[in-house]
């Protein structure tokens, strides 16, 4: 299967999800997920989008202990801004919360962790993303913790690999940490 094909099949997954069964499955990734970021300042996050993992209350949670970046796409870049409440975000085109104009850029080397969104994943921590490219851009050179989180059913056994593919160090699921 091609990754076209994999992140489709993946999409009607996530969506069939039940309500009760996703809110389930996402309270246990945000535990753990809080006592992952514990020790780390500067952190990275995902505005939840589109049936994935619900971060909001990792985000709002760490709002006033951390320095909490989201990013916000620009042309074929993606960047990372400080938050500190839903009143620095507006919705894109996409219908994705981003940073306001007026957020403070942080440079990669400032972020001690970031955490990854992915469509599926396999057990070398490679990923599929919406097929944008944004993050595997950012991570090219990035020399900090990449943290991906999906749910286990998320988990294939292969990913086809390409020369611009990064992976992560970790992933994170309800089940296991990789």
């Excluded at 104009?101 to 994943?121: N, R, S």
């Excluded at 490219?133 to 990449?146: Q, S």
Aim: hydrophobic share 40%; proline share 3%.
């Amino acid at each position: 299967m091609d990754k076209k094909a994999i992140a489709d099949a993946m999409k009607l997954k996530r969506a069939s999800l039940l309500q009760d069964e996703k809110k389930a499955l996402d309270h246990t990734i945000q535990k753990h997920l809080m006592f992952e970021l514990e020790p780390f300042d500067s952190i990275a996050l995902f505005a939840s989008f589109n049936h994935e993992v619900n971060l909001w209350p990792v985000i709002e949670g760490l709002w006033k202990q951390k320095k909490i970046y989201l990013p916000r796409v620009n042309g074929k870049t993606m960047d990372f801004y400080r938050v500190q409440s839903r009143e620095d975000l507006r919705e894109s085109s996409f219908g994705i919360l981003e940073p306001k104009e007026y957020c403070e850029i942080v440079c990669k080397t400032c972020i001690d962790i970031i955490v990854v969104p992915m469509l599926a994943f396999d057990l070398n921590l490679y990923r599929i993303g919406y097929g944008g490219g944004y993050y595997d851009r950012f991570l090219k050179d990035y020399n900090g913790y990449a943290l991906g989180i999906a749910y286990s059913f998320q988990a294939i056994d292969y990913i086809p690999i390409e020369s611009h593919d990064v992976k992560c160090d970790n992933i994170m699921t309800e089940k296991e940490k990789l």
